[in-house]
């Protein structure tokens, strides 16, 4: 069992720049690929940004490669998003996910999500 906990979000304006955090319970965070997706309004819930047990294997979405990098602590049992050059199309209320297996894009192979961090970006 696997309990997540999002924090990070806010308000920004356009351009700006916000680090997502989600911190696992457990102690067997480095056997988890670690997932980030994103939910608009009125919208489904999408890929944004996934990585591997190790690290090594990074994955974006195309809307966000280049601006956003996820990285992971499992020191500290703890994965990052880091959004820089934020645009208002980027609103959502951004989710972590934990998936006890390779890293997956997919959002229906996470087995443990957590509550969610509103972002909202300004025009």
């Known amino acids: 069992q696997v309990q997540l906990v999002e924090s990070g979000g806010g308000l920004v304006q356009a351009g700006g720049s916000l680090r997502l955090s989600c911190a696992a319970s457990?102690?067997?965070?480095?056997?988890?690929?670690m997932g980030w997706f994103r939910q608009a309004p009125g919208k489904e819930r999408e890929f944004v940004a996934a990585?591997?047990?190790?690290?090594?294997?990074?994955y974006y979405a195309d809307s966000v490669k280049g601006r956003f990098t996820i990285s992971r602590d499992d020191a500290k049992n703890t994965v990052y998003l880091q959004m820089n050059s934020l645009k208002p199309e980027d609103t959502a209320v951004f989710y972590c996910?934990?998936?006890?297996?390779?890293?997956?894009?997919?959002?229906?192979?996470?087995?443990?999500w957590g509550q969610g961090t509103q972002v909202t970006v300004s025009s």
């Open positions: 996910a934990a998936r006890g297996g390779i890293v997956s894009e997919q959002k229906r192979e996470y087995d443990y």
């Open positions: 457990g102690r067997t965070f480095s056997s988890y690929a």
């Open positions: 990585i591997s047990r190790n690290g090594a294997g990074k």
